[in-house]
């Protein structure tokens, strides 16, 4: 039974992506999406070996798991469809985003946005030095937890959102001139190397959402060739075994570039790949399923009902917001250490299941695929989306499978703020520029041509 369920769920997922990849330019987000769904809760749980630390839950429980997940895919791509913008209609309103982009006048506010970004960027990592007291000495010689749940402060709190602007270039980048696209490519292994090594110490969710974000941003504007889709489906693998590599480098803090790339290299580090961290968040429903609610009960939607009051520090409010449910996943099914506040995201599935009751989750997915849908085509379709979606898309499609949908609301809600804000400042010195197409003014006639009739002409006022 284990393996029916795996293989129906691995069988759904290659066919919504084959029927996705015929129009690969308008549904890139929903490929990737269904893929690493197919692999994550398809096939690795069938791919597991007897020594992965799945099995130290009940077997029962990954059967169970397993019918979860089909079930899950299910409903996701009923959600999915119920707010798919047609084909013909989607290539047309992407190209009267791409006509808006390549407007002289936004091509010079993009420019100094890329710029603004990476200062911003910047500046997010001063403030997160200087909020915690500590110089960048401290970090180079800290282990990778040592400063990482200091985040009390509003300071700090500040840094850790503004840090969002690091995946701006990447993704505007595509959109500007030669130059802008080389330094882009430039860009995203430099500011992954400052992160993974320094400031996130070892996370590798952010260089693996600047490639995500980099490839996101080129399917909106370029057309896929059969070369191009060759070209991403193998920086797709790349991106894979980076994800599975990364995680085995971190067990060696203080390694030299030449034994990092050595480590990465090696055939022997993706041994066992099946059974660690991203092929295993399939393990965390099976948590869920093995331990909700027979030894903990249901937490009644706790992720959803932070949302709203996401501003209040839940230590002086905590009858209206809820513990993290990251951190008491991690406690109740992990057995992570209290004082330590590790959260442990329990999966899309997993969330679901503790969030709404077990199997009354399942209708709660169709909202999601809904809500996913809108977000992965309205940066095709609207100027102020490109620039608010479009940058957080990459860190979106790497991160939604973990299942933390308080904070990627979170996330999404802080940085439309921040880029509005910064995106003002960068039309402040720039042409007065309006997010849609307009009519131009018509131009003044010449003397002696008074009866001449004006040509109109379209701009971006």
């Not at 909020?131 to 970090?139: E, N, P, Q, R, V």
């Not at 506040?341 to 997915?365: A, K, M, R």
């Amino acid at each position: 039974m284990l393996y029916l369920g795996c293989t129906l769920t691995l069988s759904l997922c290659a066919a919504l992506v084959a029927v996705r990849a015929k129009d690969l330019q308008g549904r890139f987000g929903e490929v990737v999406f269904f893929l690493s769904y197919g692999l994550v809760f398809g096939l690795a749980p069938m791919m597991q070996s007897e020594s992965a630390y799945v099995n130290v839950f009940s077997y029962s429980s990954r059967v169970e798991a397993a019918w979860y997940a089909f079930a899950g895919v299910v409903a996701l791509a009923i959600g999915f469809s119920a707010y798919r913008t047609p084909t013909p209609l989607l290539a047309a309103r992407r190209k009267h985003l791409l006509r808006q982009i390549a407007d002289s006048r936004t091509q010079r506010m993009l420019e100094k946005l890329f710029w603004a970004s990476i200062a911003a960027t910047a500046g997010a990592q001063l403030l997160m030095m200087y909020s915690k007291g500590i110089s960048l000495s401290d970090i180079l010689n800290a282990g990778r937890f040592a400063y990482r749940f200091e985040n009390q402060g509003v300071l700090s709190v500040l840094s850790l959102h503004l840090s969002s602007f690091a995946y701006v270039p990447a993704f505007i980048g595509v959109f500007l001139n030669r130059r802008y696209q080389l330094l882009t490519l430039a860009y995203i292994p430099l500011a992954s190397l400052a992160f993974f090594l320094v400031f996130s110490k070892g996370t590798r969710s952010i260089p693996l959402a600047m490639v995500a974000t980099l490839l996101v941003a080129s399917s909106i504007r370029y057309r896929f060739s059969a070369k191009r889709a060759a070209q991403i489906a193998l920086l797709g693998f790349v991106s894979l075994a980076l994800a599975i590599g990364l995680f085995e480098l971190r067990h060696y803090p203080g390694a030299s570039f030449t034994k990092s790339v050595a480590i990465l290299l090696t055939p022997s580090t993706y041994d066992g790949m099946w059974d660690r961290d991203p092929l295993s968040y399939s393990a965390n429903i099976v948590g869920a399923i093995d331990t909700f609610p027979d030894s903990y009960p249901y937490l009644n939607g706790a992720s959803y009902r932070r949302m709203p009051v996401f501003f209040l520090k839940e230590s002086r409010f905590p009858d209206i917001k809820p513990p993290d449910t990251n951190i008491v996943f991690g406690l109740v099914v992990h057995s992570r250490p209290e004082d330590l506040q590790v959260t442990v995201p329990p999966s899309i599935l997993g969330d679901v299941f503790i969030n709404f009751w077990g199997w009354f989750g399942i209708p709660v997915l169709v909202l999601h695929g809904m809500l996913y849908c809108w977000l992965l085509q309205s940066m095709q379709c609207r100027f102020w989306a490109a620039m608010w979606v479009g940058p957080l898309s990459g860190r979106f499609l790497v991160l939604v499978h973990r299942g933390e949908p308080y904070e990627m609301f979170v996330l999404f809600i802080m940085f439309f703020f921040e880029m509005a804000f910064l995106r003002s400042v960068c039309q402040a010195f720039s042409p007065a520029i309006r997010t849609h197409l307009v009519k131009a003014a018509p131009p003044a006639p010449h003397q002696g041509s008074a009866s001449r009739k004006p040509k109109r002409r379209s701009s971006i006022a």
